[in-house]
């Protein structure tokens, strides 16, 4: 079993950063990727970002250019910088790890807001 721990989120003004923080912790596991997703109210849930373990990353169209994905494999711990935010970033994010199964994190709150 996985737990996962997130932190980071907030309100934030139009064209602020945020950075995200989801940390995964249990039984011995090895993670092979992990990524956020996001679910704005009334809406489905999308990808926001993955990355790999090897490194290798993907983002969501709409955040292109202004969201990185980082991970930090010694702490089983992923990352989401977001900068440049806009009023539709505004959503409950959260984060997802895949061992031999998916887990998800309880989600973070991100209102983007002036």
């Known amino acids: 079993q996985v737990q996962l721990v997130e932190s980071g989120g907030g309100l934030v003004q139009p064209g602020g950063s945020l950075r995200l923080s989801c940390a995964a912790s249990g039984s011995a596991f090895s993670i092979h990727q992990m990524g956020w997703y996001r679910q704005a109210s009334g809406k489905q849930r999308e990808l926001v970002a993955t990355i790999a373990s090897g490194g290798s990353t993907n983002y969501g169209d709409s955040v292109k250019g202004r969201f990185t994905i980082s991970r930090d494999n010694a702490k089983n711990t992923v990352y989401l910088q977001m900068n440049s935010l806009k009023p539709d970033d505004t959503a409950v994010y959260y984060c997802?790890?895949?061992?031999?199964?998916?887990?998800w994190g309880q989600g973070t709150q991100v209102t983007v807001s002036s």
């Open positions: 997802r790890v895949l061992t031999g199964n998916f887990y």
